[in-house]
């Protein structure tokens, strides 16, 4: 009668085991993720945030930008917009340019224009928004919900120039100096 019993011991023992290494390789399939694709989902994300930021430019700047300087064509505000708007749209270009190519001083110089335009354009916006309260164009919520927008845009701005930031901090650990390395 011992020996049934021992050998349930037993059984039970190497099922323990079993589960024992059936834990251990799932805890090994289980990998950091890479360097390479982190910087592929950040090339991706701002490939969303540039075609997102050409949009708004066309819309913004082009659409309703032109029609208004060709209303008024002595406002300067008008015509700031339609400038604005294709600096805008020349560094959107550039910037997407240099995230595939992967030039980290290229990225790091498009985000610092990135910076000051998108102040300028903020400034501009708002100037113009508080412009048009004035001569009752806007009313008060219409302007609130307005200066809200402008916000919310600045603020993804911020975060996409974040990303970059970023980005290139990820492409100069990946790219270490043969000197460095040799020490």
């Not at 992967?102 to 400034?123: D, P």
């Amino acid at each position: 009668m011992s020996t049934p019993a021992t050998t349930t011991v037993k059984t039970t023992i190497k099922t323990k085991d079993v589960e024992d290494d059936t834990k251990d390789s799932k805890k090994k399939k289980r990998e950091p993720i890479s360097r390479q694709t982190i910087i592929k989902f950040l090339i991706i994300g701002l490939t969303l945030f540039y075609g997102q930021l050409l949009a708004n430019v066309f819309y913004n700047n082009f659409v309703s930008g032109i029609p208004e300087l060709v209303v008024d064509s002595s406002s300067a505000l008008a015509i700031l917009k339609v400038v604005i708007g294709v600096f805008i749209l020349a560094i959107a270009i550039f910037s997407l340019i240099t995230v595939y190519m992967k030039k980290h001083m290229l990225i790091f110089i498009s985000a610092c224009i990135l910076i000051g335009v998108s102040v300028v354009a903020l400034v501009v916006s708002i100037v113009d928004l508080v412009m048009r309260r004035e001569r009752g164009q806007t009313v008060g919520k219409d302007f609130a919900e307005s200066i809200g927008k402008c916000v919310l845009e600045s603020l993804f701005r911020i975060v996409a120039i974040s990303v970059e930031f970023f980005m290139i901090h990820l492409l100069k650990q990946e790219y270490v100096p043969v000197s460095q390395t040799v020490a």
